[in-house]
């Protein structure tokens, strides 16, 4: 497999980074996670602009445009003989002895991997998942895209154990988004539910696509929060992501989501996703 480290292209194995680099010791950077299926990006100019975005919020700059970004992608997509799966982009401030306050002359270390994934073809884009409950520990600004991924590790491994696919994030009673994923419900009348844009979560490219998708099947969205007892209550519940595509939550914490069966607006959504996304 090949990566790209700072303006190189390189056996993944020959790609190292130096023990000063902030991303490693401070978590002092932010990424994007591109899908690409048949080998063509989804929503590609989507991720490039929160990838400027997060870089931009933390006053990071890269000496890159546009053209140059999708010049990485397309060529770490040639480089790799994946059909299906992700790009994932990091940027971090540079390398300096470790402190907490940044010298000016720092130069972004930028490095960009391809992992195959199973994406639109994965089983539990049928069959569903179960997701756990899990309380919400991350910083202010979630709409950043930062490397500091603790208290989603931590989340998601705690999901895991006990055998769910997922975490569903919630503070003060209200559901913010999943540990990689944006949270949607579908209430007894048919509305589609999911928070609203802010710091308190990411702005998702999937979930900014499946409710343009939603809208253009006609069906009814409001972007509100939804409370923890609101969720145990919807008809349907299912997550968006990158690496998630449109999944079916068919159990929260061992309680079954309606009759533990995927619904049928998370399928039509899923499909229209699916059908977007080829
Ligand atoms: N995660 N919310 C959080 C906290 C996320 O980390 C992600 C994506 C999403 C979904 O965003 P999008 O639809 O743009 O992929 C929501 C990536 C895939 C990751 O960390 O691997």
């Known amino acids: 497999r090949i990566a790209y480290l700072d303006g190189r292209y390189l056996p993944i194995e020959e790609a190292r980074i130096p023990i000063f680099d902030r991303g490693y010791n401070l978590g002092d950077g932010i990424y994007e996670v591109t899908a690409f299926v048949g080998r063509r990006m989804v929503d590609f100019d989507a991720h490039l602009s929160r990838l400027r975005s997060s870089l931009e919020h933390i006053n990071i700059k890269v000496d890159l445009d546009f053209a140059d970004w999708q010049a990485i992608h397309h060529r770490l997509i040639d480089a790799n003989t994946i059909e299906t799966g992700t790009v994932y982009i990091q940027v971090t401030r ?161 309680q079954p989501v309606a009759d533990r069966k995927p619904g049928a607006v998370t399928l039509r959504l899923q499909k229209a996703y699916r059908d977007y996304a080829r």
């Open 94 to 254: 540079g390398v300096m002895e470790r402190d907490f306050v940044p010298t000016k002359d720092l130069s972004p270390t930028i490095l960009g991997i391809v992992q195959p994934k199973p994406l639109d073809s994965d089983p539990r884009l049928d069959s569903g998942i179960s997701a756990a409950l899990v309380e919400d520990l991350r910083w202010k600004r979630r709409d950043i895209k930062s490397t500091s991924l603790l208290a989603q590790v931590l989340a998601k491994s705690r999901a895991h154990a006990v055998g769910a696919g997922e975490a569903i994030l919630h503070e003060g009673g209200i559901v913010t988004e999943g540990g990689s994923t944006t949270v949607f419900g579908v209430d007894r009348d048919g509305v589609v539910w999911t928070h609203p844009l802010g710091p308190t979560i990411l702005p998702g490219i999937t979930r900014k696509r499946v409710i343009a998708l939603a809208e253009e099947l006609g069906l009814p969205v409001t972007e509100e929060p939804i409370t923890v007892s609101a969720l145990r209550q919807m008809s349907e519940v299912f997550l968006t992501g990158a690496t998630f595509f449109v999944i079916p939550v068919v159990e929260i914490d061992t």
